[in-house]
């Protein structure tokens, strides 16, 4: 079972979101990644910090599914100290995508081939997100 259909993303201005999803692997109890708690085999990441770590030149990093099933993040993409929620944070500077004005980290749905999931809204079907999201803070600047 996927729990959102498309696209979940901490946008810019330094948002940290705690997401609580249904566990699907409750199991793991310590030294656990959000792939370890939770199904995110039909997802890649993408990160607000290019491939040298820079935030400020170069593109976005983008973490492979493959890769995404044994990765975390200690500034990013990690569980809450209960090993409950995926905590998403994203700095008020950081490089972006092409077409994007504000780094964000970002998970997108993927087929299990490896290819961006494709749906729209007049597709006929009925896309259901369902979510519990907390802004746990805001930054005071942006860029």
């Not at 030149?57 to 099933?69: D, H, M, N, R, V």
């Not at 944070?89 to 490896?114: C, F, I, K, N, Q």
Request: net charge neutral.
């Amino acid at each position: 079972m996927r729990f959102f259909p498309c696209l979940l993303a901490a946008y810019a201005s330094a948002i940290q979101l705690e997401i609580s999803l249904e566990q699907l692997k409750p199991t793991c109890t310590s030294g656990c990644v959000p792939a370890d708690k939770f199904d995110l085999s039909l997802f890649k990441m993408q990160l607000p910090y290019s491939s040298t770590g820079s935030y400020t030149a170069g593109s976005a990093t983008e973490i492979s599914q493959k890769t995404l099933a044994t990765f975390s993040h200690p500034s990013h993409f990690y569980l809450d100290s209960t090993n409950s929620y995926i905590v998403f944070t994203t700095p008020a500077l950081g490089v972006t995508t092409s077409g994007s004005e504000h780094p964000r980290v970002e998970l997108r749905e993927m087929t299990a081939a490896g290819a961006k999931a494709a749906w729209g809204s007049k597709d006929g079907k009925t896309h259901t997100i369902d979510q519990t999201v907390t802004v746990t803070k805001v930054a005071s600047v942006s860029k």
